[in-house]
């Protein structure tokens, strides 16, 4: 791998002739193998601020949905106001706005708070929250998706042996959504880790921060965003995997389940390798 | 299916009790689907141990009174009552008022439903199917709950599927399973909606029989069905519902033998 990375050092060092672009690779290499701590930090908040984010988005997702299903009034009228607020205004505008217009108004000032030993500054908090208010709206309909896909004897037959509507939704319409649900949320999640690169904007350190801060620094916009986009596809590469393996563990029961799904190669790269067996059902 | 120890039967509310004591007391109840009258001054009285068979063609709103019995559909007016518990309402000044929800759950945990499209919970084993209630609803211990489940499970003659997912379980399979779970709850009162209606034909006699069974122990059931063998055999009385109203109403012998209502003579020419 080195000795591949010193080769096309040495090969872009050739090539650059007069006026053309001066490659520094050792940035690139540096950043992917050798990153300092201000990228490790970086890196740190995009995943740290993603699942933190995603998890609120979810839980508002799940109220925003039964929400919209309520026979009670106010509540879809709550609800629908909500999604229709935060899916049409642009994240862009959320954030600068729950950042410099709450606290530049005073109605919020976002004070940094220290939570289970972590410091956590005020940018950060509000990037948070625009992150995860925002993908409330979009996870509400997801999970109204996935519940309306949920055949009604479900609930029926929980109602009839003594559940109410929240022991039903809780143990057994929504354990069955969530496998109509990950796929989509699995897409929503790999959106997320990039889309804390936003937060640039009220400057939370996160990774397209620093690396957009380094490119300024040694100006090498070429390496070192390059050098972002390999730390998302890692990021997001994760992601993937840690996916596969949920939806496998939410198949149970299903009809076909275990041995036909197919494997992690296959799902990482669309192909699926051939088994001996048939596969039967 | 083998014997059953008596503390078993009771846990299956099989154990004898005075034959007189009403279960079910509907009186006159109406029901529309917006302008569509479907039940029209339905009145019926099930004793306890009683079986009864409710025929008649579709559409003719069979399926929806079982479903208000516990109150899956609403009623615009009339009164039923189970084990004296008016269902489904409080009444105010004479009025109908729909009841809190946690007392309607909670009168729901002594009326078993037997569906016709079993509405097994898929995510769950067959075991885990029929401990769910009683654990989470009436908060008994998972130990003892699986005991009961197990007996029942063996009971319906699946002792051997406790692990199994419905999904693995052929239909007849499934509705032994959803029969137990409803059991498990130790109801005082059995609905069946057409259990054997979404079934093939050589699975149908494997749930009639557990339900014969279930009969002949002493179960209080309201049984909606085209099994007309299964009226016959097992059914202390037939009623006959057509366009909303009970038509008639007798033994299965006098059914079988001596109906008279035109539309009863018909309906039964066309099933039997």
């Known amino acids: 791998m080195l000795v591949g990375a010193l080769a096309v050092v040495l090969l872009a060092g050739c090539a650059s002739g007069e006026g053309s672009y001066q490659y520094h690779w050792p940035y690139f290499f540096n950043s992917i193998f050798h990153p300092d701590d201000q990228i490790l930090y970086g890196l740190w908040l995009t995943l740290s601020i993603s699942i933190v984010s995603q998890l609120i988005g979810v839980v508002l997702g799940v109220f925003g949905a039964l929400g919209k299903m309520a026979k009670f009034l106010p509540f879809r009228l ?23 217009g709450l606290s530049v108004a005073k109605i919020y000032t976002w004070p940094p708070i220290d939570l289970f030993g972590l410091h956590i500054e005020g940018e950060i908090q509000a990037g948070i929250f625009a992150l995860g208010v925002n993908e409330g709206a979009y996870m509400s309909e997801i999970v109204r998706a996935g519940i309306i896909s949920i055949d009604p004897g479900q609930l029926e037959a929980a109602k009839s042996l003594g559940m109410t509507y ?29 889309t804390t690169s936003l937060l640039v904007i009220i400057s939370v350190p996160e990774l397209y921060t620093i690396f ?15 050098a972002a ?42 192909y699926r390798w051939r088994t001996s067996g048939t596969g039967v059902r | 299916m083998s014997t059953i120890p008596r503390d078993i039967l009771g846990a299956i509310g099989g154990v004898p009790k005075p034959p007189s ?16 009258h479907v039940l029209r001054g339905i009145s019926m009285t099930v004793k306890r141990q009683e079986v009864v068979v409710v025929i008649g063609a579709s559409g003719s709103g069979k399926t929806t009174f079982i479903r208000c019995i516990n109150h899956l559909e ?63 609803v009436r908060k008994i211990p998972v130990a003892e709950a699986t005991e009961t489940a197990k007996a029942l499970l063996a009971r319906v003659g699946l002792a051997a599927k406790a692990d199994v997912y419905p999904a693995q379980l052929s239909g007849g399979q499934q509705q032994r399973v959803a029969i137990a779970r409803a059991l498990a709850m130790k109801p005082a009162l059995m609905l069946f909606d057409e259990p054997t209606s979404a079934l093939d034909p050589e699975m149908i006699g494997e749930v009639l029989e557990v339900m014969k069974e279930l009969a002949r122990e002493g179960m209080t059931m309201i049984v909606v069905t085209h099994e007309m063998g299964f009226a016959r055999e097992v059914a202390d009385r037939v009623v006959m519902m057509d366009e909303g109203q009970i038509i008639e109403e007798g033994t299965p012998e006098h059914f079988f033998t001596n109906p008279q209502q035109e539309r009863t003579k018909s309906f039964l020419s066309k099933i039997l």
């Open chain 1, 229 to 270: 986009a390999v730390w998302y596809l890692l990021l997001t590469t994760l992601w993937s995997i840690v996916q596969a393996w949920i939806e496998r563990r939410l198949g149970k029961g299903a009809a076909g389940a275990s041995a036909n799904e197919p494997g992690l190669a296959s799902r990482l790269l669309g």
């Open chain 1, 212 to 226: 957009s801060r380094k490119q300024g620094q040694y100006f090498a916009p070429f390496e070192f965003f390059l």
């Open chain 2, 21 to 36: 004591e009403v279960v079910v007391q509907a009186t006159d109840v109406n029901k529309w689907f917006g302008r569509l």
């Open chain 1, 166 to 194: 929240a022991q039903a939704m809780w143990r057994i319409i929504l354990p069955q959504a969530a496998r109509v649900i990950v796929p989509p949320l699995g897409n929503e999640f790999n959106n997320m880790l990039k």
């Open chain 1, 78 to 100: 709550l609800a629908n106001f909500y999604i229709w607020f935060f899916r049409g205004t642009p994240l862009l505008v959320q954030i600068t706005f729950f950042f410099f």
């Open chain 2, 74 to 136: 609403k009623i615009q007016s009339g009164r039923i009552f189970v084990n004296g518990h008016l269902i489904g309402y409080r009444e105010v000044n004479g009025k109908l008022v729909e009841d809190r929800e946690s007392n309607i759950a909670r009168q729901r945990q002594e009326i078993g439903m037997v569906f016709q499209r079993f509405n097994l919970f898929p995510h769950k084993t067959a075991l885990e199917n029929i401990i769910e209630a009683p654990v989470h």
